[in-house]
């Protein structure tokens, strides 16, 4: 699952989730393990500083579920588009 904006385009990330093995959806469901965030224009976000995909899932993890929630350059170092700072 994906939300933000991203710095290639939705389709091309959800190809690199699929080639290592992820199933994206359009949405934040109690079946979702993991959400990509890219950076956001809060101005397009109706006056919040996340988005509902965010919120939604962090409502989700308060109510015990398992969904990790990555940073776009996290995901990049994940799928080996980027490598990881040194230190990390």
């Known amino acids: ?3 933000g904006a991203l710095s290639v385009p939705r389709r091309e990330a959800a190809d690199l989730a699929a080639a290592i093995g992820c199933r994206v959806d359009s949405g934040v469901t ?11 224009d809060v101005t397009k976000l109706g006056g919040h500083n996340r988005s509902s995909k965010h919120r939604k899932a962090e409502e989700l993890i308060s109510a015990g579920q398992g969904i990790r929630i990555l940073r776009e350059s996290d995901f990049m170092v ?3 588009l980027e490598s990881q700072p040194a230190g990390s």
């Open 1 to 3: 699952m994906f939300t």
């Open 30 to 40: 109690k079946r979702t393990t993991t959400l990509v965030v890219g950076d956001q």
């Open 78 to 80: 994940l799928v080996g």
